[in-house]
């Protein structure tokens, strides 16, 4: 249910598509545009190739085979939720690494899984003759119950005993254009390799999305079926030496969300409603996270998770809140859209559209009135911590699964249930202290924000103060067990109402009026907004011509650039970090604080090593194990990171300033051959 | 050196002035314009009958004189730092309240100082005339040393055996008028009496701002004259009754600051760079202290002080952000600035003075490049805590002391002194692990606004990691013995470098770039800041005439209204609440439970008594603790708060919807007589 996110970002703002931007799909790569820039051909075998041994990993990553037997590459912050589940007060994985020796050790990540897109279709015709000629609420209605038909349909198709396909569908360019996409679904994924946080993400969160870089960010998954691993003869084969600075190189990778594409209105309402909610909310639990991590090491080891996952997306919204904040960033942003505006106004054909925008500000406004009770009563930012989570998710299942399968919520259709019954009932340890901050803290925004006086405030409180509640509820709950969590699943809506689980109790008695919320969310806000997203889009596509590329949907996109570097003001940054500056780097002190193993390595190893480099691709948050690929095709670096201009990419590609970070292949190489002896992994893959 | 705010706010700027609106000096106080409104005729004697009763707390609040032997009436959360300081572990004031049988019980308030404004001189003239043809940085100097001469004179002129007397220089309509104002300051200011803070504070962080409202927020000083109580015989008289519903009332008061006249340029710049910092920086240590607190009781009582003051400023300055991101409110101001701009465009003897605004936005934009730096180590951002106050304080001051009166900083001179020496000198309680909270939260700060790899980050912290660091200076200084502190004092500059103390090291280390950041803000901020802050008050002088009232400074001000609900929506508020809905509120938990004493009176108490009542008069944050008098001069509130829409009143006044909050005469007598059986000293006040 957690999605790992490096989201990235720019200060520039260009619609109109220059230098290397883009995040396109892969059935409109711009090869025409490619070969220009850089006098390279890519073919359609070359794009497929990459396609099938590109992953995307489930909680929020992308990945890449790496061997003949399902071994995947990705980064290390992509499997901190698996290694968090493996860690114990007596293991602690995080600090000391994971090594299988043999495959006999490799262990399952049990929240997580893996799919390799193998097919895409596209349904725009059939959406829109099942939209006909309704309007508002019941065409969002109609468009969600049709997707959901068109992805049962397609699992339908593709039921084998053999291979699990999964069907996902898919709206591009706020709703220009949409997709079934098919994926082949691996649900055993199991952890090989991960190296010591403390190499991992060596300079924390003070170094997080900056440059030069000297983070170990990889990881080792294999995909496994029926037990056994996984027959991969499509990977990817290394690339020792890497790129040159200059060479042009490719990301393959499943980027998260941008917001390229929304109207000055939305960003605005993204500016002074969401972000400046949420990052109040973040650095407060930001504070309580730290000091809870303070009180000693093992409280250090428990908040480590949530703390670096939180930290990093606080980095990222506090840069987004910079860009938004900069007129002259806005200033662009508006003097586009009035041309657009203009060229609508001026086409007959495309007249009936210009009321898209005044629509997008009606359904903001009516957003405006409820956004905080639905973001605390629906979207659950009452109620946080995995004990509250799992709750949430029981009791509304409960209630979808007894509609039929297109009346249901799209994230409880039956297409999507598997992967949300895997994450509910994986194992994870329950650190009650941890939750009770948690839900302590959410419970008092809460009341914070609707006022002590709110009717579902009073529902969900009574007369208790909220962290004497949070307690209460922590201690008394059984959902921390994944047996009592089976039996709630298997029992429905009966079982959960004779549970006497008092926080499922909580989650029942606020569930009428998040239902409430979420109706009113359906109808007077969604429902608008996706009727003027494509109405945009159509006009976007009128206007200026197909030539373009989505806003990002955490679906496969391929990105194209070089091996560079940038000028920080007066200073030159070089594309390339070494072995060298890692240990110039180090004090012995947390987050700079070096791992025994390369301590000991520092005498034996070739510190003109390349570690990290730069890159101008144009990526950001989902991308992160994404693999930098050569014109052939060779793996030549792993994405983990932007550097801090890259924030902002969200909303423009600044390809000056813009650029991403990744692991140098000869860093990989040098860790495993040399430092962790994990010679069996490494003679798996093809290094060339 | 701590100020409590309650800073106030509105959602309607006026310029020109219209309804109650108006922060009046007393010398130019609109007696017409009250008769028109209400009928009412004040008169001179009238004005200083109320000047001279009204107590500048220097801690940051007003109070009034209640009686004839130097009893001064305030709020509870103006005495909170008194409390904390005479709190313990063993003896926690806090939570019993503090109740003088007899004088002699009375407890001294180390760091408070109490004063009364007795003369006011014009002496624009005189600083016109010493910076002369002065410009820039050389006009601000010259400004800045007759400023201290003027104050200089007048305490020489005023010395006397018996008597103390400070005088102090003041900026009003950011430049247009400059004064002296002379106060009778009493240094020895002793408790009385303050409730519980269950009862003081009831509601808490939720009820803050808010109303109805149910605060028993006062609290009783003493000022005392060598060792006995100050004569006071133009003390005020109280009316039991309070004032009716829609009866004119006064409020006289120390108003903190506010932004009305501030240019959009600078409202701006508040917003994105000042408030959008401050707010990301209080929301993560706001969670730092609600964890530390968490962790049991007498956490809980060491963190209460310096969290109540945090998480009211917080709820301040997120609704100033609230209101400066509303375009309604800023394109009204923008307005307001273009017609300004324009008329004196138009004047040619206005003309000189156009290019003010440009000045300004130069200004703004080379305070932008150093912000940051400037904020963590001038500010003493970086170094928090009361440990590394100290530090910072002997540090420059045994600089400053080294320079002639007229060339040292404001802070240091001759007339600052006294205040300042005796807040240092003060004994207080030292929280070892509060401290570490607050040093490592702003070294944590510190390092990772400017980079580890900032100069000055390296000199702070050398390879040490901030909260090692931190824990190491708290535990090393010696800082926590006022005796120390003393000694420091007194031996200057050698003394310092003598100490071996950790902590002044470290202040000392960085002071040459702190006073490097001073000069260059004194130079490229302030000073053109200052001038054009002159020339955009004559502007509005010659514009507007002088029917207007300059921005707060915590100076005396007089302010009217009327007793006051509003309607909330659907809702009408009425003014007064009673004593019947406390005890429907109370839950038995905190912040809504009551200390025993009231528990117990319930069942013989009068709940119709009225316990607090809003008014539309227009204050803001150092109001706290000031006089509400009726026509005839009599005390008939004392305001603590305001409503949630006086946050905004910072930037103008909405008549519609700002009010006061304040405790209604019937609610202290019944308390004092009937709760705390605090019979002498009820008889010592006049009540009618």
Known sequence: MRRVWFVLATLVLCQSVRADEGMWTFDNFPRDRLKQAYGVDIGQPWLDRLRLATVRLEGGCTGSLVSPAGLVLTNHHCVADCVSRLSSAARNVQAAGFIARTRAEEERCAAEQASVLVAVEDVTAQVSAAIGTRSGAEANQARKAVLTQLETACEARHRSATEYYSCEAVTLYGGGQYFIHRYRRYEDVRLAFAPETDIAFFGGDIDNFQFPRWNLDFALLRVYVDGAPAVTPGHLRWRRGGAAAGEPVFVAGHPGSTERLKTVAQLRFERDVRLA??????????????????????????????????????????????????????????????????????????????????????????????????????????????????????????????????????????????????????????????????????????????????????????????????????????????????????????????????????????????????????????????????????????????????????????????????????????????????????????????????????????????????????????????????????????????????IGGDYGFDPVLNRSVAVHPAAIMLALGEVYRAEPLLREMVVE
Chains 1, 2 share one sequence.
């Not at 006022?451 to 709950?477: F, I, K, N």
């Not at 990526?619 to 801090?644: E, Q, W």
């Open 277 to 646: 909610r949420w990052l109040l909310r973040a650095a407060e639990l930001r504070g309580r996270y730290l000091e809870f991590a303070a009180r000693g090491e093992e409280f250090a080891r428990i908040a480590q998770e949530p703390l670096f996952g939180l930290e990093n997306v606080f980095k990222v919204r506090r840069n987004q809140m910079r860009v938004l904040l900069d007129e002259a960033f806005l200033g662009q942003h508006e003097r586009e859209e009035r041309a657009l505006r203009q060229a609508v106004a001026a086409d007959a054909r495309l007249r009936p559209w210009a009321g898209a925008w005044a629509d997008i500000e009606q359904a903001l406004a009516a957003w405006r009135v409820i956004f905080d009770r639905h973001l605390y009563l629906e979207q659950g930012v009452a109620l946080q911590g995995e004990l509250a989570g799992y709750a949430r998710v029981l009791v509304r299942a409960a209630g979808e699964r007894e509609k039929p399968n297109e009346a249901r919520q799209r994230e409880y259709t039956e297409a999507a249930l598997p992967l949300l019954q895997q994450q509910l009932l994986a194992p994870a340890p329950v650190y009650s202290e941890l939750e009770i901050l948690r839900l302590a803290f959410s419970l008092e925004k809460f009341v914070e924000t609707l006022g002590v006086d709110d009717p579902a405030v009073r529902l969900a409180l009574g007369r208790e103060a909220p962290r004497a509640l949070a307690t209460r509820l922590v201690r008394e709950t059984k959902l921390g067990d994944p047996a009592f969590r089976t039996r709630l699943w298997d029992g429905g809506r009966a079982a959960l109402e004779q549970s006497g689980d008092p926080l499922i109790a909580l989650v029942l008695r606020l569930e009428p009026e998040a239902l409430r919320l979420r109706q009113r969310y359906d109808d007077e806000i969604e429902a608008p907004l996706a009727t003027a997203g494509e109405q945009l889009a159509r006009a976007r596509f009128a206007v200026k011509g197909k030539g373009t590329y989505p806003d990002a949907t955490f679906t496969l996109r391929l990105t194209y650039g070089s091996v560079k570097g940038w000028r920080e003001g007066e200073r030159e940054i070089t594309p390339f970090t070494t072995m060298e500056g890692l240990y110039a780097r180090a004090t012995g002190q947390a987050p700079f604080r070096l791992p025994p193993r390369w301590v000991q390595a520092q005498q034996r190893i070739n510190l003109e090593t390349r570690f990290n480099f730069a890159a101008d691709t144009d990526i950001t948050g989902g991308n992160s194990g994404s693999p930098v690929v050569d014109a052939a095709g060779r793996l030549v670096g792993l994405i983990f990171d932007g550097n801090i201009h890259s």
